[in-house]
């Protein structure tokens, strides 16, 4: 497993990724912006003010036994891929109820009753995906997910999403926006 990586998503109006949809799914919603920047480590940021800065950083899966990190690692494709035009930036925070659960606990409701990780595998290769930890930091939200799709998966992706929001896991989730990007380049 790699290091964990510090990353930075920034909203506003330059950016190689045009956000073309926010949606507030629970909660409220952030700032409109027109662009987002996706900064790794220390890389400095674009020209132009913040709308918004969301951080995350990568680590350890918290919640997958080492058979799936080891199906995941196997059939996920990497980020950056030419085809790959279409992207999701989904934070998430969860509620005061789910994190005065136990890790054991969480980790029941996330996979073995909602599926999680496994329905996340259906959707693999085609749907690549990043999932950062902001709780620790501060953050407004405890995740945030990136996915990367190349159009013509642009329906597979949101019939993911529809299925996951569907599961009890979805009952802790407090604050969710999706956004809906394409890359410029």
Not at 19 to 32: D, N, S
Not at 34 to 62: Q, V
């Amino acid at each position: 497993m790699p290091p964990p990586l510090m990353v930075q998503f920034r909203a506003g109006d330059a950016g190689p990724w045009r956000i073309e949809r926010m949606l507030p799914v629970t909660g409220a919603a952030l700032p409109a912006a027109t662009h987002l920047a996706i900064l790794e480590g220390t890389a400095p940021p674009p020209p132009g003010a913040a709308a918004w800065s969301l951080r995350g950083s990568t680590g350890n899966l918290r919640y997958t036994h080492r058979s799936e990190a080891d199906s995941l690692a196997a059939r996920q494709a990497g980020l950056g891929r030419p085809a790959a035009r279409c992207a999701a930036l989904i934070p998430i925070r969860k509620n005061a109820a789910w994190w005065s659960l136990a890790q054991d606990e969480r980790r029941a409701i996330l996979e073995e009753e909602s599926q999680h990780i496994a329905i996340g595998m259906e959707y693999l290769p085609a749907i690549s995906r990043r999932l950062h930890h902001s709780r620790e930091l501060g953050e407004p939200f405890d995740f945030i997910t990136w996915f990367e799709y190349a159009p013509e998966h642009a329906a597979a992706f949101d019939e993911m999403l529809r299925r996951l929001r569907a599961k009890p896991e979805w009952g802790f989730v407090e604050r969710e926006v999706d956004l809906r990007l394409r890359r410029l380049d």
